[in-house]
């Protein structure tokens, strides 16, 4: 049987720090993975469940976006983290009406997300009214008509914001945004803008689409595969098998990080200090950067290249595909000779010797491909360093030819599909000329508004109404202050979510939870099983079907709640047929044909044996869609992290125990942190330089330039393998630390994986 739901909240005194792990996965994993799903779901369902899991017939993995092989599938095509996102989804704990009679939302308020998440799946609409202490019951079609009667209400659309996190299926994905143009506005802000922004705007200016150029076949053809910025022995765990393959045939594997991350990086000796240094796993090389200095790095590789090519001509730089396609290398390359070593060395932490030897491969390798995460595009400079990675690799050519090419390394299942369909807050005129010509509608053209921007417009009251379709905004996002009183200057929030989060008790003047089916669960509409599609991070369309039967008659599907308040809100006359788009998902795939580009034939496509790859011209035909019709060299002003005298800069980041803001439990196992996350990772030498010993409680106070100060209580100091200056914490414990204006240039994006911060002494509690 499964467990009931803990009753206790995390105590941080049972904390416990080990040696970290040398090697991720293995039989600790597995077994791991099956405790906690038998715990949650019982032995039965977690059998039919996993057993389905990236299978054709099955449901997409709701853990990462990373893809499925192409050729023949494992029996288990999932991972320890898989699982457990599997599990904490089609758990049966379930919260109840019952549940929120007996819990105040001051009660709940008091809980940690660990905690709330853990009682398990929502099973009916829920509404807080103005002056209400509880959460009761409401019927959907009062819901609805709630919602429509608020939105109505507004002076102008633009006072509502629809957040989407990226879970979302590409049906739902379309007809929200739908939904939401017909409404009127394009305030449509989504988990991107926090993640893979940096990307889409350095790749788009650069090759002319926000996308990778590599798909999961070019990882065995590679010669040289790096890896900066990314923690996938975590996050991604499935590409590990893919590095190991393609290690298999042949390639190197360079890891850039600031931390000697599990599975990436082995540790010969984690007895001395912990996690410095050491062998090696997958990883042939790690070269251990400090914080913000890829920018840096990928500069001064650069100017090693240019110096090779002038001791053999004709051997470094690809002239050909420069010549033919690529505009501005003359420009970049009086920039990059110019590039200074000293400073690289001193903006990297790197030595010479790191460079010369990363420079020699990335010289000698005929086909590589540079793979990223959050480490690169939550930065200040995080746009400037993807292009400075992409520049390195237009000079050698390699877009568009087997086994190189750029791979941003998505998060959320379904975050590049619910960009394809239109959830962005500044989609192409193009695309909205279609959807205006399909659906008789008309879109507005003005931009909307981002996440940041969506917050300063709550705090400021330009924006009254926050309707979120998944995730956990007060929790995912920055300067958690500012922005929980942002939201609770709302007049309505509703969040439409599985299970309870923070965002449910930080709340506008009304407040609804809408519950709805997760992608495991069964949807039948009007007797029918439907599916959904979704996309991975390399643009592979699938269906996913889930089959588990939902823990509540009372669940809606997402699609199901898009089309059930459309009409509400636009009465059965409107030119969208939001009632059979709801009875038959068929319909909406019909109209994503018709809409979306590189969608002909949706329905066909997606039922093939893989589903289909969408068109990515760069990769497909070396054809490259910017302003000047070529691939452009960026050129940048250097920019690096110099450390302020007693400072450090503070990386928030996941630990092997979460997904996002869902904490499934308290072991960072591969760090070696237990039985609680207000932990902060230090230098040892930093640690005793600024008076502290490790076991330390301090106090994390971000400075920011305005002269303002933020603090997070009672984290305990730990020493680790992170290069001095440096520090890292986990999120969202520190997103109070994250000043709302801290954003990378030109993406928007919260920089948070650099804060300036101090430590104190901790001395009281609040
Ligand atoms: N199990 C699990 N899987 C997940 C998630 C999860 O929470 N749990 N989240 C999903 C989502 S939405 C996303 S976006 C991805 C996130 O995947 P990751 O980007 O791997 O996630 P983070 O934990 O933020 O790790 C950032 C990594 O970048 C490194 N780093 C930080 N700053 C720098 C820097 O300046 N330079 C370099 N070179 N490296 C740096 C950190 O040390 C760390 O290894 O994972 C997805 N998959
Ligand atoms: N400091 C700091 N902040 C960060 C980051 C960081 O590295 N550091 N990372 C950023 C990144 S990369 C991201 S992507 C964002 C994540 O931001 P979000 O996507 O907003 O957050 P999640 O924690 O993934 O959302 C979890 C909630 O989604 C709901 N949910 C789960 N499955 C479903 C579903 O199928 N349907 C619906 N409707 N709801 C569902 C559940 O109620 C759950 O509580 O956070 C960002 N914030
Ligand atoms: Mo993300």
Request: aromatic fraction near 6%.
């Amino acid at each position: 049987m499964h467990r009931a739901a803990p009753k206790h909240d995390i105590d941080e005194s049972d904390l416990s720090v080990t040696a970290p792990k040398t090697q991720a996965a293995g039989v600790k994993a597995v077994t791991v993975a099956l405790e906690r799903a038998v715990e949650e779901m019982g032995v039965v369902r977690t059998a039919r469940t996993l057993a389905r899991v990236n299978q054709r017939h099955g449901f997409d993995c709701p853990g990462c976006a990373w893809p499925e092989p192409s050729g023949t599938r494992r029996p288990a095509e999932f991972c320890e983290n898989g699982a457990k996102a599997v599990a904490e989804e089609a758990t049966l704990r379930t919260v109840t009406p019952e549940f929120f009679a007996e819990h105040s939302v001051r009660d709940l308020a008091g809980k940690s997300g660990y905690w709330l998440g853990q009682q398990g799946r929502l099973t009916h609409p829920m509404v807080l009214r103005p002056g209400d202490t509880h959460y009761s019951r409401i019927d959907w079609a009062d819901a609805y008509r709630l919602i429509a009667e608020t939105l109505r209400g507004l002076g102008s659309p633009d006072e509502a914001l629809f957040y989407t996190s990226g879970r979302t299926a590409n049906e739902t994905a379309f007809l929200y945004q739908l939904l939401v143009r017909s409404f009127g506005t394009n305030n449509l802000p989504d988990c991107s803008n926090m993640c893979h922004e940096s990307s889409g705007t350095a790749l788009t200016g650069s090759i002319g689409i926000g996308k990778g150029s590599v798909t999961i076949d070019d990882f065995s053809k590679a010669d040289l595969i790096i890896v900066a910025g990314q923690n996938p022995g975590t996050n991604h765990p499935r590409m590990l098998s893919a590095l190991g393959e393609a290690k298999a045939h042949g390639a190197k594997v360079i890891a850039v990080n600031p931390l000697p991350e599990t599975g990436l990086i082995g540790f010969s000796d984690p007895q001395t200090v912990r996690g410095l240094t050491g062998g090696i796993s997958i990883a042939d090389d790690f070269l251990q950067i400090r914080l913000g200095g890829d920018m840096a790095l990928f500069q001064g590789l650069a100017k090693l290249l240019f110096e090779a090519e002038d001791r053999a001509p004709g051997t470094v730089v690809d002239h050909e595909f420069v010549n033919t396609h690529t505009a501005g290398f003359a420009e970049y390359e009086k920039h990059m000779r110019a590039v200074d070593l000293d400073v690289v060395q001193e903006a990297t932490g790197l030595t010479r010797e790191d460079l010369d030897r990363t420079a020699r491969l990335l010289a000698e390798s005929g086909s590589v491909i540079i793979c990223w995460a959050m480490g690169l595009t939550q930065q200040l400079h995080g746009v400037a360093t993807i292009e400075e990675a992409t520049n390195l690799l237009l000079l050698r050519g390699m877009i568009g030819k087997p086994g190189a090419g750029v791979c941003p390394v998505r998060g959320h299942s379904n975050v590049q599909g619910d960009r394809t369909m239109g959830v962005w807050e500044k989609m192409p005129d193009a695309f909205l000329d279609a959807l205006d010509r399909r659906f008789g509608i008309t879109s507005p053209r003005e931009h909307g508004w981002d996440t940041v921007d969506s917050i300063r417009a709550m705090r400021d009251g330009r924006a009254r109404v926050f309707f979120g379709m998944g995730g956990n905004f007060v929790s995912a996002t920055p300067d958690t202050e500012v922005t929980e009183a942002a939201l609770r200057a709302c007049e309505l929030t509703v969040q439409v979510s599985t299970k309870l989060n923070r965002s449910h008790v930080v709340h506008g003047g009304t407040a609804l939870i809408l519950p709805t089916l997760g992608r495991t669960d069964e949807d039948v509409q009007d007797g029918a099983r439907q599916q959904v599609s979704v996309e991975d991070s390399m643009s592979m369309v699938h269906l996913s079907t889930g089959r588990l039967k939902p823990v509540s008659s009372e669940l809606r599907s997402e699609v199901g709640i898009v089309c059930e308040l459309g009409r509400e809100l636009f009465g059965p006359e409107h030119t969208v047929p939001w009632a059979d788009f709801q009875r038959d998902y068929d319909r909406i795939r019909d109209a994503i044909a018709d809409v979306v580009p590189g969608c002909t034939d949706y329905n066909a496509k997606v039922r093939g044996r893989n589903g289909f790859q969408l068109p990515h011209p760069p990769r497909d035909a070396r054809e490259f869609r910017t302003a000047t019709g070529k691939a452009n060299f960026a050129t940048n002003e250097l920019h690096w992290l110099p450390v302020p005298e007693g400072r450090l800069i503070l990386q928030t980041l996941r630990s092997h125990d979460q997904y996002n803001t869902t904490i499934y439990g308290l072991d960072d196992r591969y760090r070696g942190i237990h039985n609680g996350r207000r932990v902060v990772l230090v230098h040892p030498r930093d640690i005793t330089e600024f008076g502290f010993a490790e076991d330390d409680l301090v106090d994390i106070v971000s400075e920011w330039t305005d002269g303002t100060e933020r603090r997070v209580q009672g984290f305990r100091l730990v020493g680790y393998a992170t290069p001095r200056g440096n520090a890292a914490a986990y999120y969202p414990e520190t997103n109070p630390l994250v000043p709302l204006d801290h954003v990378a240039r030109r993406s928007n994006t919260p920089v948070s994986k650099a804060v300036t911060i101090r430590l104190e002494r901790h001395t009281h509690t609040a």
